[in-house]
């Protein structure tokens, strides 16, 4: 997982909150809005940082040094 620990544009601690936020929208269904207001994630710059993250490593792990 390569999430960012801080949001880019305010610097709150968000990394700590992907593992359940990951679990609840992606495993049980459940809405990303209520998941992030039950997480207490309120801004919108933090609620992009994890709604728009795409879990890349698996993909560029293939690319390695050769």
Same mark, same amino acid.
């Given at each position: 997982m390569m999430i960012p620990?801080?949001?880019?544009?305010c610097g709150q601690v968000v990394a700590d909150k992907?593992?359940?936020f990951d679990s609840r929208v992606h495993k049980q269904? =459940?809405?990303p809005k209520k998941v992030l207001s039950d997480?207490?994630?309120e801004r919108?710059?933090?609620?992009r940082m994890l709604i728009g993250h795409v879990d890349?490593?698996? =993909?560029?792990i293939n690319y390695g040094r050769h």
């Open positions: 620990v801080r949001c880019f544009s992907w593992e359940e269904h =459940e809405d997480l207490g994630v919108y710059c933090c609620r890349l490593i698996d =993909e560029i």
